[in-house]
């Protein structure tokens, strides 16, 4: 009775929940529905309770002071959104080190089209708002959200070839390390020297650690977040920067090579076929220890970069991004006078950088070097593919919406700046969709 309760919910819930998990597209569909409900809820009855919750004070307490008393809605900034930046920070590493950044010939393409994508909606921006106190926005048109662009992407299938969304995904891991440059040299406040130069002290603990052989995981994240993130915090530093860096600290090297671990496997797996089996449905002592075995040295055999890689990615998919997006997508437009969104051209730089700035830059830098002969086109890529690249790279919203956090204290601005975000985003995801379905 109870096996055939368990098989029908691993059948109808748990199953389907790991398949739907496993898709590239899960993450920007799970990611749209949050951006939906803070919108909701920021628009309903529940409205009040909804802004209070996220400015609700933790921190610690300790012989009657307090410390790290921050509001909820600034520990998802600055911490969940590390977590997040780590894993961007692992992708990064691995890419350098086997994927798609590692031959510097095929990335030349994807490389120069997101720094023209970064670059161009800049200009936009400073055509609206030069000479004026938000300036401070012009990095919110910069950011492409990958999440949301993958997963229009794939959403596709097979009508879209392969070295496109292989394309796209080098030239968003371009433009999110372009964003954490961005963030780490213009948007920090006050800078504490002390505490800056302790936390790359503990970076460099860290390093030592890795060049000396150490694969502990455990280790890691001790330095890396009682080290490196709280020093980066109290320094002024954004506290994401600590993330990326401290990703780049994490071995990439396993503890046993590919060989070994292949002549262990087999060693043990025909250990465990010739062990003496039993006739119930547990194991035996022996064949217990076997798997065990096998089981460390599994471990053993993947590096610790890709480990943390693997565990972390549906847990930053599913719960860290739709976190962040309840938290800062919700836009009361109750009352909300429409002449303040007009009485700056914050959300209309915004709009136009995302919107045409980024089209303009990466299509504009790709056919320029191309005709050049400086890099060719991928194979099975055609010009509608990369205009419909292009506007799918014009969605900033989780990005867009950090940086917009960053650059601005005054909340009608941020208004402004999320309005401008949306729009730019909705209208580049139907063009870019369009574009790519035909």
């Not at 963030?183 to 920090?188: E, H, P, Q, S, W």
């Not at 194991?283 to 055999?301: G, P, S």
């Not at 549906?314 to 429409?338: C, E, H, K, R, Y």
């Not at 299509?363 to 400086?374: A, C, E, M, P, V």
Request: glycine letters at 8%; proline letters at 3%.
């Amino acid at each position: 009775m109870y096996q055939t309760f368990q098989n029908k919910v691993n059948n109808h819930f748990f199953i389907p929940l790991q398949s739907f998990m496993r898709q590239e597209k899960s993450g920007g569909i799970v990611l749209a529905i949050s951006v939906v409900m803070a919108l909701i809820f920021a628009n309903s009855p529940l409205s009040s309770h909804y802004f209070h919750f996220f400015e609700q004070k933790l921190g610690i307490a300790f012989n009657g002071s307090f410390y790290f008393n921050y509001s909820i809605h600034h520990w998802i900034n600055d911490g969940l959104m590390a977590m997040f930046f780590f894993v961007v920070g692992l992708e990064l590493k691995r890419e350098f080190i086997g994927g798609e950044l590692a031959e510097v010939k095929n990335t030349i393409l994807p490389i120069c089209a997101a720094i023209g994508g970064m670059i161009v909606p800049v200009i936009f921006y400073f055509a609206f708002n030069a000479g004026t106190p938000n300036i401070s926005g012009w990095g919110i048109p910069m950011a492409t959200d990958i999440a949301f662009s993958l997963g229009i992407l794939y959403l596709l299938g097979s009508r879209v070839p392969s070295s496109v969304k292989v394309f796209l995904t080098t030239l968003a891991i371009v433009d999110d390390l372009g964003a954490v440059i961005v963030i780490a040299l213009f948007y920090t406040s006050d800078i504490s020297l002390l505490n800056l130069g302790i936390g790359f002290s503990f970076l460099l603990i860290m390093f030592i650690a890795n060049k000396m052989g150490v694969k502990n995981v455990i280790f890691y994240a001790i330095i890396g977040i009682g080290g490196v993130w709280v020093s980066f915090l109290l320094s002024g530093v954004h506290a994401t920067i600590a993330a990326v860096l401290s990703a780049f600290m994490i071995p990439a090297d396993s503890r046993i090579s590919e060989s070994i671990y292949t002549q262990r496997i087999k060693k043990l797996l025909h250990r465990f076929c010739q062990a003496q089996p039993n006739e119930v449905s547990t194991l035996e002592d022996n064949q217990l220890q076997i798997l065990v075995r096998m089981k460390k040295d599994t471990v053993y055999a993947i590096p610790p970069l890709q480990r943390l890689e693997n565990a972390m990615h549906p847990l930053v998919s599913f719960v860290i991004m739709p976190v962040f997006a309840l938290a800062n997508a919700g836009i009361s437009f109750d009352g909300m006078d429409m002449s303040l969104l007009c009485s700056t051209n914050i959300g209309i730089g915004v709009m136009l950088g995302l919107l045409f700035g980024k089209p303009i830059g990466i299509i504009g830098s790709t056919l320029i070097l191309s005709r050049l002969k400086i890099a060719a086109l991928p194979d099975n890529m055609t010009v509608r593919h990369l205009f419909g690249i292009g506007f799918l790279a014009s969605i900033g919203f989780t990005m867009s919406m950090f940086v917009s956090t960053l650059a601005f204290n005054n909340s009608s601005h941020y208004v402004q700046a999320v309005v401008g975000i949306f729009a730019a985003s909705i209208l580049g995801s139907i063009i870019g969709y369009r574009l790519l379905k035909k």
